[in-house]
């Protein structure tokens, strides 16, 4: 099972750039990696997903090496309304029906401050 | 939107109460999922359920079950509430696109239970 290891917490301030990295060293052929965002007495929301390179939405981008070992997640320009818990996280399998089990670890802490 | 509503943002009961959480997602989805969030301990899988009726155990179903009787609902019921399944418990629901991109689950706000 790929199990991911990513900073407890990172702190930054508005307008910056923010890169949050994780490793996933057992990473399977057939996993792709997602990010969560989750805001304080919140659930957890999909941020963007993606299996190689990069992929960019509305909201971040996600770098992937050839290797896929980690992955990056970028924030451009953070407010003060990003400061959430942020995860990476792979699939660890499929489940009976469809749908992959995911395993969520206690992710980043981001802080932004003005 | 999808969207996932739960009964009850906050929740109080006693020790040995019977408990039920109710779960409601209005997009049709197939799956639906239990997690049980705590402190250091990141998001643990209940149960899940892909059809009504059916039902699949998680990480940690001890002391739970679950009940899907209609697609848009899942309960989840803590037959006789202990301490320490204090917790905040928050319920998700995805559709049924069975392969490895099928990563993207829809939460709801949560329920903070306390049993005291």
């Known amino acids: 099972l790929a199990k991911t290891t990513q900073p407890i917490s990172m702190d930054s301030y508005e307008g910056q750039e923010v890169n949050i990295t994780c490793s996933h060293n057992?990473?399977?052929?057939?996993?792709?990696i997602t990010w969560y965002q989750q805001f304080p007495s919140q659930g957890p929301r999909f941020i963007i997903q993606g299996y190689k390179t990069k992929v960019t939405n509305e909201v971040a981008s996600l770098f992937i090496p050839a290797d896929r070992k980690s992955s990056t997640l970028s924030l451009p320009r953070v407010s003060l309304s990003d400061t959430a818990v942020y995860y990476c996280?792979?699939?660890?399998?499929?489940?009976?029906?469809?749908?992959?089990?995911?395993?969520f670890g206690t992710g980043t802490q981001l802080k932004v401050e003005l | 939107d999808v969207k996932v509503t739960q009964s009850s943002r906050y929740l109080v009961k006693r020790t040995g109460e019977k408990v039920f959480l109710e779960c409601v997602q209005d997009m049709d989805h197939e799956n639906m999922f239990w997690y049980r969030q705590d402190p250091g301990l990141g998001l643990r899988l209940i149960y899940f359920s892909y059809d009504v009726k059916m039902k699949e155990k998680g990480d940690i179903p001890e002391g739970y079950s679950v009940s899907r009787e209609k697609k848009e609902r899942f309960s989840l019921i803590l037959e006789s509430a202990s301490t320490n399944q204090t917790s905040m418990y928050l319920c998700a629901s995805s559709p049924r696109l069975a392969g490895p991109a099928s990563n993207e689950q829809f939460f709801g706000p949560g329920t903070r239970l306390t049993v005291l």
């Open positions: 996280l792979v699939g660890d399998y499929i489940l009976t029906g469809g749908g992959n089990k995911l395993t």
């Open positions: 057992n990473i399977a052929t057939n996993d792709y």
